[in-house]
């Protein structure tokens, strides 16, 4: 059998890393003399050894044609690789045949090529395997075998293809190809016992992991995906006599990724089985179709989608799955009319989503028995939410007490929290920077990258803020967090900002007050989430998100007294794409505010009061502030707080727009002003309200917002006479004025709105 490009172990008797090197002493490093001879010499007198042997290929650029590493071999072989391998260009170099290899496939020259599937000729390419080889196939591998700390870059076709082995461990293996590389499957497996796949990256323009048939005792664990078409099990019933399939993926972040966890069967399928197929604690970061059993796949429509199906999928589990899905059906699974799904479970603790579960054939009963599953939607708890995610559990841990870190609550562990991040930051995987359980003193400290790899900072902890401001250095906050991608806090920590001492200063006319440190700060941060940390007594603001992209806060709880001055909960600013959920925020300020340039930004099931309310703004103040796009508040209960959802801007300001501000489905318990829309916010008579403000506010809508006010104006909508509101909608509002005065009122100025549904209290019905 002639291989494809690199390096090919068949029956080999083991695998080390470890034992007499062997050098490719001829080859050439200079990235053009082809070395296939020098390789293949060095593997012979390595598999003849009687001692455990390791062929290395030493740093450096290395051209290698097709070639073949073949077994049985008198002892256990390592192939070490330090150096970059690569592929020729010329297709024709390779045969019709299966192959592998390692490293830079070359494929930019093939991808344009891969078409096949439009044009009719994909047999060639994925059944026969095509010119385009992929990078690197093992083939009856049977004593344990581990790939270790190696990158696959660019295949001209799938990346690593694993046949009939058993017993086999891939840790550390970083894949890349552009996302628009067709066919490049990341790690596709058939036929093989016991495969381990941990703590991997990869970034390609197919599949992340594919399973084929008679794959069994599969563990993907570990990994990070995307661009890429997500982690499948199949597609499963193309051919007959197919072998069954089980399979558990677990601990994954899936980002930017066309589909998330996926099962697919081909319909007009032979009878087969897969069971055992297990989904546990996965992120998903704007992932298409996050969760999927997909039993009438038919790309191109190659397939009779009418007849039923026989591959019989059973004992599946989705649990612990969060993230955002980039498609409005999150969760979809089409079963089989012919055999049903069976024993379907779902369980996690607070999630929800939405599901397409049922296909209609005939009835509504027909419909519910070709699924086949109790589908109890209560208690089905997926976290599939409009969020940002870049979970990590590496297993790089960099314990921050081993680097001198004392729960005294009286030695700064400043210096160790660095020293641990520093080390963290320059390792080349995932790894977990923690606080253990205590209670910490921390000064101001800046947490920067870029670094290497996606890393965890778990704080279990209470950290403590400085009570002294003069050891804070002005508007820098305590804990800053910048330039970093796929960062994750977690853990359930408190970080004590101390503020009581500064809340008496008339923060809102003193300079003194924009010295003060601000709690948390994420700068420049992307493809991030925040969950289960605490915030506690800000000397400022809590939490101040700029220049953000991709980022989820969860499960984050916020808390200071109500008489709190300026200590907002999270103030957004020059950022797209932030997702707060299943939070709780009791402040002194504003729960939300969102400033100049923030866009779509998804704020739900937040719980909000004490405080000021969730707004928009204030806009307005300064000159050339960027557009505010798609703001979402949604399913959020805001109780005792002085203002409900609004939107403000400055009198006499410069131009500015504000676009597609919605909120909807919100609970207001005894909140005063509930709905606001305030052009004329001018706080202790700083401005000229003689002037009108000149940002433009346009495509907003307030939907199904119930409950009491504490004030008898419910709805105040008081829009510039010199750009009026443009596109306001009101619909479902009914809320119930709790004093003494008489009945809930509304106040319209310069505003054309669209009413609709319940109107309590009645609205714009005198609009200027």
């Not at 557009?627 to 403000?648: A, E, F, Q, W, Y």
Request: glycine share 10%.
């Amino acid at each position: 059998m002639v291989a494809g490009w690199g390096s090919h172990w068949k029956g080999c008797q083991g695998f080390e890393s470890v034992g007499r090197p062997f050098k490719a002493t001829s080859s050439k490093a200079d990235g053009k003399s082809e070395d296939c001879q020098a390789f293949m010499s060095a593997w012979k007198v390595a598999c003849t050894c009687t001692d455990p042997s390791t062929v290395m290929v030493p740093g450096g650029t290395y051209v290698v044609g097709p070639v073949q590493f073949q077994g049985p071999c008198r002892a256990p072989m390592g192939f070490r690789v330090q150096g970059t391998l690569k592929a020729p260009t010329d297709l024709n170099r390779f045969e019709l045949q299966d192959g592998g290899g390692t490293f830079d496939g070359e494929g930019h020259t093939a991808w344009g090529q891969n078409n096949c599937a439009r044009t009719g000729t994909c047999n060639l390419l994925l059944v026969v395997c095509s010119p385009c080889p992929k990078l690197i196939t093992y083939v009856s591998l049977r004593s344990p075998i581990r790939l270790f700390n190696t990158t696959s870059l660019n295949s001209k076709l799938f990346h690593m293809d694993i046949l009939n082995c058993w017993n086999m461990t891939l840790q550390y293996v970083t894949i890349n190809a552009t996302g628009d590389s067709l066919y490049t499957d990341g790690i596709h497996m058939g036929r093989s016992t016991g495969v381990n796949i941990s703590d991997e990256i990869i970034k390609t323009g197919d599949d992340s992991v594919s399973i084929g048939d008679g794959s069994q005792h599969i563990n993907v664990e570990k990994v990070t995906c995307g661009p890429g078409h997500g982690i499948s099990v199949g597609s499963l019933g193309k051919y007959h006599n197919e072998e069954p399939v089980g399979v558990t993926v677990k601990n994954c972040t899936l980002i930017n990724t066309m589909n998330g966890i996926r099962v697919k069967t081909w319909p007009d399928s032979p009878a087969s089985v897969a069971t055992d197929l297990h989904f546990e604690d996965i992120i998903m970061n704007n992932v298409g179709n996050p969760i999927l059993i997909n039993q009438e796949y038919c790309p191109y429509d190659q397939c009779q989608a009418k007849v039923p199906w026989q591959v019989k999928i059973s004992d599946v589990s989705f649990q612990g799955i969060c993230g955002m899905s980039g498609t409005q059906v999150a969760v979809k699974l089409v079963c089989s009319r012919g055999v049903p799904c069976q024993t379907y479970k779902s369980v996690s603790k607070e999630w929800e989503f939405t599901i397409v579960a049922y296909r209609f054939y005939q009835t509504k009963k027909r419909e519910k028995e070709n699924v086949g599953m109790k589908l109890n939607i209560a208690a089905i708890s997926l976290l599939l939410l409009l969020a940002s995610v870049a979970e990590v559990s590496g297993d790089t841990y960099f314990d921050v007490t081993k680097y001198g870190a004392q729960a005294d609550g009286k030695t700064d562990i400043s210096q160790a929290l660095l020293t641990a991040w520093e080390a963290a930051c320059a390792s080349p995987i995932a790894s977990r920077v923690v606080i253990p359980a205590g209670i910490y003193a921390l000064g101001q400290v800046t947490i920067e990258g870029p670094c290497k790899a996606p890393i965890n900072l778990i704080v279990k902890g209470t950290v403590r803020a400085p009570v002294d401001t003069s050891r804070f250095k002005p508007q820098a906050g305590w804990v800053a967090f910048q330039h970093l991608d796929q960062f994750t806090l977690s853990g359930y920590g408190v970080f004590d900002g101390q503020g009581q001492s500064v809340w008496g200063q008339k923060c809102s006319r003193s300079k003194y007050c924009h010295q003060l440190p601000i709690n948390l700060r994420f700068n420049f941060l992307t493809n991030s989430i925040i969950k289960d940390i605490t915030s506690k007594d800000s000397k400022q603001f809590h939490i101040n998100v700029l220049g953000c992209r991709n980022i989820t806060f969860f499960q984050v709880t916020i808390t200071a007294p109500e008489d709190s001055q300026n200590t907002d909960g999270i103030h957004i600013g020059r950022s797209r794409g932030v997702n707060i959920t299943h939070s709780t925020i009791q402040t002194g300020d504003d729960c939300v505010s969102i400033g100049d340039g923030s866009e779509q930004i998804d704020i739900t099931k937040v719980n909000c009061g004490p405080g000021h309310g969730i707004s928009v703004g204030s806009l307005g103040l300064y000159k050339n502030e960027a557009p505010v796009i798609g703001i979402r508040v949604k399913n959020c209960t805001l109780s005792d707080t002085t203002n409900g959802v609004r939107v403000k801007t400055w009198p006499s300001s410069p131009q500015g727009t504000a676009t597609e501000m919605h909120f909807h489905d919100i609970v207001m318990n005894n909140v005063s002003n509930p709905i606001i829309i305030d052009q004329e916010y001018c706080p202790h008579n700083q401005c000229n309200l003689q002037v009108p403000s000149r940002v433009k506010l346009s495509n907003i809508s307030f939907k199904n917002i119930r409950g009491t006010t504490s004030t008898e104006l419910a709805v105040n909508l008081v829009c510039s006479k010199g750009a009026p509101c443009q596109k306001v909608e009101l619909g479902n509002i009914d809320l119930k004025y709790t004093g003494p005065e008489g009945t809930a009122s509304s106040q319209c100025k310069n505003v054309d709105a669209t009413l609709w549904g319940t109107q309590q209290p009645k609205t714009c019905a005198q609009a200027a």
